[in-house]
C-alpha cells in the first residue's frame, strides 16, 4: 500500500538500531521486567534461591516459566502469515525450539509498536511491509533474549558465556554437561543487564528461516474453528447494530421514522450517526428486520448521480485535455513516437473493485467511565485509536485497542476515516454506553458501502526507433486515494498521487523517452488502496503494451523485455526463472484455442515474473497453468511465500475475469456474491508453480506483488491463442471481437 511510497521517500527506516532499541525497552511499563528470579531447583541449576517464577520479557518476546516463547506481533494476521513468519524471525536468533513458539497481537501502542516503514510514529498493516519493517528489529528482539538467557546459565554454572550454546530451547555446557530449558532460566535472565550489542546469524547458518514446511502457528485455531474473530466476541450484556447508509455516496439524513423500527421484537435502540442511521438490538435477525422497518428522507443535494458509463466517458475526455500533473520525463516522447519504426497505441478501461473480503467489517466497542475498549481485527491501530479517542473526547492511551484475527483485508480495514471503527463507536456514545455494541456489516453493506478501488482510464502510445530504442507516452486519469485524507499534505507532491501513477513503464524498463502524466477527476465515490493498490491497473497496461510493441517488432515477447531491463537485474533474475520453469524455449503447442503469455513488474520492493497458460473456447477462458517467479530477499518462510502467490494469483484472475463494481445514477448495481462474482475453485488454474529466487538481501513484500503480473499475462495469452487485444477489464471477450472486427 501506501507505506512503500513512505519508505522509498526516506520517511524511515526499515532497521532499528541499538540505540533505538534500547530506548524502547525502557519505556516505562513497556521494557524488560527486572528484578524477578526463578525459583530454586537445585544448586546444580539456575535459579537457586530465587524469588517467584516470572517471565523474560521485552517489547516483542515473552519468555514464559513454562518454556514458552511468545512473539508480541505489532502486525494484523488477516490470513497472510505474520502471526507465523515474525515469529520464525525471532525464533531463529533465539535458537528456540518451533514447538515452543507462540504468538499474540501486541497492543495499539506507538512508538512502540510503529510501522518502521512510516519511522515508527503509526501502527499499521499494510503495503507488504510485515516482515519487511520487522526483519532487523525482531532479529535484534531474539538475539538479545538469547543473550540474557546465555549469561544467566553461565552466572549459575560459573562457566564463561562463550562456552554455553543454544539449540532448539535448550541452554548448555558441554564440559559440564549442564543444561537448562528456557522457562527454567526466564526469571534470572531478566535480571541480566540488555547487552550493548547482539551479534546476528549469517544467513548462511539459518535453520528456522527459509525452511519449507513450517507450521502455520495459527493452523490448528483456524482448522478446528476456535480462533477468536471480531464477530465471535461476546460480552455480558451485549447489543448487536446495523447502519442504514445513504444509497447515494454523499447523500445524508435528512429526516427518519424509526416507530416502525423500534416495534419490531428485540430492538433496544434507534440513533443517528454521522454515517446514518443504526438500529440496536438483541441479536442480528432483530437488528436487520429493525432496519427493514426504517423510514429514511436522505438529502441527495450532495450527493454522486453519475453511473460509470457517464464517468468513463468523462474520463476519456479528461485524458484529451490539458491539465494533467506530469509523473515521469525523459526525452522527447513525442518526437521519438513521431521517428518510431514500429509503434502501437491502446486504451485501457480499468473498473471499481470491492475488496470483497470473506469476513466483513465487525467491531465491538465497550465504554467505560474514562475507558474505551475495541475488539475488531484492526489494520490501522493507530489512526483507529485517535479517531475513537476523538470522538468520545479521551486521550488516545484511553482507547485500548484489542486487535484480533480478521478474514481477509487486502486493504479494506486501513479507512483514512476509520469508517467501521467510528461507526461503532458512535454508536456506543449515541447509546449512552449502556452496553457493549458489536457493528456488523452485512455482505451487502460491504458490496455497496463504497471504498473500491479506483475506477481508471489509460491511453498510451508506444514505439521503437531503428536502433531499437523505447518511446513511451501516457495519460492515466483516475481518482486519488490520497486527496482529502490525512495523508495528502504528506504524500501528495506537486499535486501527484504515487498510489494513482506507481509501477508505469518508465519505472520499470529502460525507455530513453518517456512522458507519463496523470489527472484527477472529480468524482463522490469513496476509494481505497485495494491490493497492490495502483500497480493492478499500470501493470497491466504496462505488459499488454510491452507485448504488443514486442509482436511489432516481430520479436520474442520474454527476448523482447530482456533487451529492455538492462537497469534492472532482478527482474531479468525472476523473468529468466518464470521462463525456463515454464519451459518457454520449448516447443508449445497452440492448437485447439491454447495460448502462452508473461509479464513480469515490481511492487513493494518484490519482482514478480509469471507465465500464463490457457485455453480459449468461445468466450470463455481458462487458465490452464501459471509459473510465478519471486524475488523477494530472504524467504522467511517459504510456504508463505508460495502460498501468498497462490492467493494474488487467484485474487488478480477474480478481477480480471470476472470483477467489477458498476454505478446507475449514482446507486451500485451489485450488492452480493451473486452479482459481484468472484472467481470459484474449479476456475483456479489446475496448476500453479511458485519458485523463489534465491537472495541473500533482507526480505520485501509478499501479499501484495503476486497480482499485478496475472492479468496482463493471461491477456497476452488470450492474444497469442486469438489474435484479440484486450484492453478493458474484466476481459470480453465477444466485445473484443467487435471491436476488431
Known sequence: MYLRHLRDSGAGSAGLTRRQFLELTTLAGTGLTLGVVLPGCSSAGPGAGSAPAAPLEMPFVRISPDNTVTVICKHLEAGQGV???????????????????????????????????MGGKVQLTGGSTAVANSWEQLRQAGATARAMLVAAAAQHWNVPAAEVTVREGVVAHAASG????????????????????????????????????????????????????????????????????????????????????????????????????????????????????????????????????????????LARGRQAVIAAEAGDAAAALGHAVHRVEGEFDFPYLAHATMEPLTAVCALGADKCEIWAGCQFQTLDQATAAAILGLKPEQVVIHTLAAGGTFGRRATPDSDYISEVTWIAKATGGKYPVRLIWTREDDITGGRYRPLNYHRIEAGIDKDGRLAWRQRLVGQSIMAGTPFESMMMKNGLDPTAVGGNAAEQYDLDHAHVSWTQPKVGVPVLWWRSVENTHTAYSKEVMIDELAQAAGEDPVAFRLAHLGKHPRHVAALKLAAEKAGWDAPFAKAGGRGRGVAVHESFGTVVAQVAEVTVTGDRIKVDRVVCAVDCGIAVTPDVVRAQMQSAIGYGLSAALLGAITLTDGRVDQSNFHQYQVLRLPDMPRSIEVHIVPSSSAPSGVGEPGTPPIAPAVANAVRAATGLRLHRLPFDLAAARRASA
Open 83 to 117: 502471526w507465523t513468519g515474525l515469529p520464525a524471525i525471532v525464533a531463529e536468533e533465539l535458537d528456540a525450539s518451533w514447538e515452543q513458539m507462540r504468538v499474540e497481537s501486541a497492543p495499539a501502542r506507538v512508538p512502540m509498536y510503529g510501522n518502521l516503514a
Open 178 to 317: 549442564h543444561q537448562a530449558s528456557f522457562g527454567e532460566l526466564a526469571g534470572s535472565a531478566a535480571q541480566q543487564p540488555v547487552p550493548a550489542s547482539v551479534s546476528l546469524k549469517d544467513p548462511g547458518s539459518f535453520t528456522l528461516i527459509g525452511r519449507d514446511k513450517l507450521p502455520r502457528l495459527d493452523a490448528q485455531a483456524k482448522s478446528t474453528g476456535t480462533q477468536q474473530y471480531a464477530i465471535d466476541v461476546r460480552l455480558p450484556g451485549m447489543m448487536t447494530a446495523v447502519v442504514m447508509r445513504p444509497p447515494r455516496f454523499g447523500a445524508r439524513v435528512k429526516s427518519f421514522d424509526a416507530s416502525k423500527s423500534r416495534a419490531v421484537a428485540g430492538v433496544v435502540d434507534v440513533v443517528a450517526i454521522p454515517r446514518g442511521i443504526a438500529v440496536v438490538a438483541r441479536d442480528m435477525y432483530a437488528a436487520h428486520k429493525g432496519r427493514e422497518a426504517l423510514a429514511v428522507i436522505w438529502d441527495e443535494s450532495g450527493a454522486e448521480k453519475r453511473g460509470t458509463a457517464q464517468l468513463m466517458q468523462e474520463y476519456r475526455a
